[in-house]
């Protein structure tokens, strides 16, 4: 019913930037919360950033002052400006999104098929 297709992933230097892409698809009534999370080998899925239907915004605190999240809700798209990365920045970054499908209230949860992020020193 939703698909959430990622883009903008890639390698970068140390310092540079990368801007990160989701857009939420199929036959669904709206997108509320949509956020982004990464993971790394060994370690738990993490949240980076999310943003409310409203506009409300929490950042993980290791990225927080670097990195923007914001969204069209209109074109159910969320974005992430990373700025100033850095090698502990180095993921699997996955988009998420809290979707209703139906006429009823209930929430869904969806994930993308997750974007690499590579930071060199």
């Known amino acids: 019913q939703v698909q959430l297709v990622e883009s903008g992933g890639g390698l970068v230097q140390a310092g540079g930037s990368l801007r990160l892409s989701c857009a939420a698809s199929?036959?669904?009534?709206?997108?509320?919360?949509m956020g982004w999370y990464r993971q790394v080998p060994g370690k738990q899925r993490e949240l980076v950033a999310a943003?409310?239907?409203?506009?409300?915004?929490n950042y993980a605190d290791s990225v927080e002052g670097r990195f923007t999240i914001s969204r069209d809700n209109a074109k159910n798209v969320v974005d992430l400006q990373m700025n100033n990365l850095e090698p502990e920045d180095t993921a699997v970054y996955y988009c998420?999104?809290?979707?209703?499908?139906?006429?009823?209230?209930?929430?869904?949860?969806?994930w993308g098929q997750g974007t690499q992020v590579t930071v060199s020193s």
């Open positions: 998420n999104a809290l979707v209703r499908v139906t006429w009823n209230p209930r929430e869904y949860e969806y």
């Open positions: 199929g036959r669904f009534f709206s997108t509320n919360a």
């Open positions: 943003i409310t239907r409203s506009g409300s915004t």
